[in-house]
């Protein structure tokens, strides 16, 4: 297949749609079927509309396009049956990135960045996470992790934990986020390195295996089944004490998909942030080979 039929196939899949303030555009990527015998139907190619070039982060396939028109969104209407399913949200009223330039040294700043230095979170971690506080309305008192699209910088949700105790639920999430369709550090899956990943609950859990951890925020959706499936490397499946059996039935599920894939059965009560890393690696390695 020439790459000009190639591109234009891409600028079918796009067509009518708007790019995020990042520059990518998203559309159902037409190589998937060939590659993978199934149909994306969760937009999973991408174009960045400035420099023309394309990836779809299911099947691998990749290119440019040198001649890219004007405004692709003038290229054809959006069909209804064709809508975005990841749908960017706004970050929360009164958002503060504590990390970044005076912030880090404002007094105000000194219990969230307590909560987290405590949680063993490192400044420089929590910069690159793009971590921050609310400290009025709704969400005061709450450090706010940012879920970001595979481009990094687009919000699909947010994860805002209570730093004080006592708090009736410790987590809030946006209302309108659609957590089965995000997996937390989606990114880490298209590393493509026989390190395995690590699959956990919460984001937390996932930061304290930056950057070898993705987290699925609950139980795991179908979404996400199909994502750790084709991902670039091994898949490790690490979730609380209490939920060992739902981790052992996703690794056997991605297992029986052709994906290597181990689990680990951490003591009642303990999580993945607990663990002694050098243990957690050397249990991941056994689960792979067992
Ligand atoms: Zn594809």
Known sequence: MSSNR???MVLNAVAGRRASNSGWVRGNCPFCEMKTDKPDRKQCL??????GKWHCFRCGSGGIITDLPDDITDLKPETPEDKETRRPVEPPEGFRPIYDGDWLTALMCAAPL???RGRGLSDELGKEAGIGAVFEGKLRGRVVVPIYDLDGGTWLGWSAR?????????YLYPSGMMRA???YN????HVATDKPVYVVEGVFDALALWPDAVAVLGKPSSFQVDALEIAKRPVVVCFDGDA???GDALS???RFLGQRAGFIRLGPGIDPDEMDRAELDKLAFESLEG
């Open 6 to 8: 190639r591109g234009d």
């Open 46 to 51: 991408g174009l960045h509309v400035a420099t």
């Open 114 to 116: 307590d909560y987290l």
């Open 162 to 170: 209570a730093w004080y105790a006592g708090a009736f639920r410790k």
């Open 181 to 183: 369709e995000l997996i």
């Open 186 to 189: 989606h990114k880490a899956l």
């Open 244 to 246: 060992w059996r739902e």
């Open 252 to 254: 056997r599920k991605l």
